[in-house]
């Protein structure tokens, strides 16, 4: 990774700020992104202790003029782009609006991706890596895409559902872009115990799920702490020669290239999510 330079969002904590430490710990020149700027500069400066060159950039990502300004700063520092990897997350325990009157899972698991993506690839020479997570390859509702009918059920969550969407933009992406050198790609980090999971409360769950949650909150400090466990899949995507070239794959925690859900590869559910990413992002990006 010597001599590249990666973007990461949501990178000042969790998965994101280990996949940052590992990126670097290869030579990768790291730009790290984060709503806080100083806790942004406080993680660049501890990742950047050892030797790496880590940057820090502050945006919050479900904002689509900071979104848009993110990658103007990005454009000064940078003449290329070899890896970004869109890791921002958001799981608000109830529905809630961005500033942009978007809901804000899609804004920060969909729109912020796409939005970023598009705005970058004059820059992007090489990979981008979309980060999944939670319990993803579920029905994607149409007519629920930004949580109007339904935003928590009996087993339904709008951050899986979200999740699940990335994925279907992603590849949908990944076919917009073939030909030009850029590939397009999704990991699947497993479980781990960040900042994010450690502050959802059990209304943040889907109504089955919460008894247990007391259990997962003693579980997850044993089994899930180690962060760097989530972090091999975005890395390998990120870094690794085996996936040179590989676009519109999806790969498992185990850094295994893994079958896609049924409801990512549906050309309808697709074409709806980029339609209304489109629409949405029209004033920032500009489409015919």
Not at 46 to 67: F, H, N, P, S, Y
Not at 111 to 124: D, E
Not at 160 to 183: I, P
Request: with cysteine; charged share 20%; hydrophobic share 40%.
């Amino acid at each position: 990774m010597r001599g590249k330079t990666a973007l990461i969002t949501g990178s000042t904590g969790g998965i994101g700020k280990e996949t940052a430490r590992g990126l670097a710990a290869l030579g990768a020149r790291v730009i790290l992104v984060g709503r806080d700027p100083v806790r942004a500069r406080r993680a660049a400066d501890e990742l950047g202790a050892g030797g790496g060159q880590v940057e820090a950039l502050a945006a919050d990502m479900t904002r689509l003029g900071e979104v848009a300004a993110l990658a103007a700063r990005v454009a000064e520092r940078c003449d290329r782009l070899d890896v970004l990897i869109n890791n921002v997350g958001a799981n608000p325990p109830r529905r809630t609006l961005t500033q942009d009157g978007v809901e804000t899972t899609f804004a920060a698991h969909v729109l912020a991706p796409f939005t970023l993506t598009r705005l970058l690839l004059p820059l992007l020479v090489g990979r981008v890596v979309n980060i999944t997570g939670g319990i993803p390859g579920g029905p994607i509702d149409l007519d629920n895409l930004q949580a109007e009918r339904r935003y928590l059920g009996w087993t339904f969550a709008q951050y899986n559902h979200t999740k699940t969407m990335q994925m279907a933009m992603s590849l949908r992406f990944a076919e917009e872009v073939a030909g030009t050198g850029v590939t397009v790609n999704v990991a699947y980090p497993g479980h781990g115990h960040t900042p994010m999971n450690q502050s959802l409360k059990a209304a943040g769950f889907p109504y089955l799920y919460r008894p247990i949650v007391p259990l997962l909150g003693l579980v997850a400090p044993r089994f899930f702490a180690d962060l760097g466990k989530p972090a091999r899949s975005s890395i390998h995507l990120a870094s690794s020669a085996e996936v040179e070239g590989v676009s519109g794959a999806y790969f498992s925690m185990k850094c295994r290239r893994t079958a896609w859900p049924e409801s990512a590869l549906n050309r309808r559910n697709q074409d709806a999510i980029w339609a209304l990413c489109e629409n949405l992002t029209r004033e920032v990006i500009g489409h015919p």
